[in-house]
């Protein structure tokens, strides 16, 4: 079992409760962005990569598609999504794979190949691209949720297991060491334990460029704002997402060339 798998084992109950909630930063700021983003959806194959606990997977199921397959590393993340499926009655598929190798995993193309904040645990992003492009429809479309370059660049730098202090959460944005830090949601969170875990900062060029040289087109390219409802009701955290974007989403397709 790979570190990463480990890590999202043990913080799985606690990112569901982190991320379930209607108020959470995924539902108030990524999810009403990636709505505007979508094709249409009905009668559709969509595949969800990272699913983890499979929120979005079944918001893409909410719009008719004929097949929704969601793949995550983590059999505890799963577990939760396959839980949540028994009670929706979902018919989403949930599948156990690594999705650097996805084609290993899949039968069929599809339409909408989504991603949402998972791209930082892949190290190399010109693999993981190629094989998006795999089970991607010649006609297909991807949506890709980052965690946003300026968010994962203040990242602390790994330092062999040691706990980083509060004061080394600063931008290194050009440095592509490994990062390891406990993650903020979870220092709120009782049921777990205080753990380092890991994950890579690619800057934009990292991204763009993969992009680029596996022959997608860039559609669309955004990086929502909180919702300005905030500005009263949660002051800091309005200013905190100003301050320091947490989303950086693009579009794409293959190139017509
Ligand atoms: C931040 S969570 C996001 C989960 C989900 N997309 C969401 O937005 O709620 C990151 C997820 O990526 C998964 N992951 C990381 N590396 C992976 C890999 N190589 N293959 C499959 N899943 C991976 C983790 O297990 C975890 O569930």
Redesign the pocket.
């Known amino acids: 079992m790979n570190e990463?798998?480990k890590n999202?084992d043990a913080m799985a109950k606690a990112?569901e409760e982190f991320?379930e909630g209607k108020e959470s930063y995924?539902y108030r700021i990524e999810w009403p962005c990636i709505q505007r983003m979508l094709p249409e959806l009905k009668g559709k194959n969509v595949l969800?990569?990272?699913?983890?606990?499979g929120?979005?997977s079944f918001l893409f199921e909410d719009k008719e598609p004929s097949v929704v397959d969601g793949?995550?590393?983590?059999e505890q993340?799963l577990t939760l999504a396959k839980t949540k499926s028994l009670v929706r009655k979902s018919k989403v598929h949930f599948i156990q794979?690594?999705?650097?190798n996805v084609s290993d995993y899949v039968d069929k193309t599809y339409d909408l190949v989504f991603?949402?904040?998972?791209l930082h645990?892949?190290q190399n992003l010109q693999q993981f691209f190629k094989q998006l492009s795999l089970v991607m429809n010649e006609a297909g479309i991807g949506i890709l949720s980052l965690m946003h370059p300026i968010y994962t660049s203040q990242y602390p730098i790994d330092q062999n297991g040691k706990f980083p202090r509060d004061e080394e959460w600063n931008v290194r944005y050009l440095d592509t060491s490994l990062r390891s830090y406990m993650q903020p949601w979870i220092e709120y969170n009782d049921s777990v334990e205080k753990f380092l875990s890991s994950s890579y900062h690619h800057t934009f060029s990292d991204y763009f460029n993969a992009i680029i040289n596996t022959g997608f087109q860039i559609l669309q390219v955004e990086e929502p704002k909180p919702p300005i409802e905030w500005k009263e009701r949660y002051p800091e955290r309005y200013d905190s997402f100003i301050e320091t974007p947490s989303y950086l989403i693009i579009k794409i397709k293959k190139s017509s060339i």
Do not use: A, E, K, V
Request: hydrophobic letters at 30%.
């Open positions: 990463i798998q999202w990112y991320t995924s969800d990569l990272g699913c983890g606990t929120r979005f793949i995550d590393l983590s993340m794979g690594d999705i650097t991603s949402s904040t998972t645990y892949i």
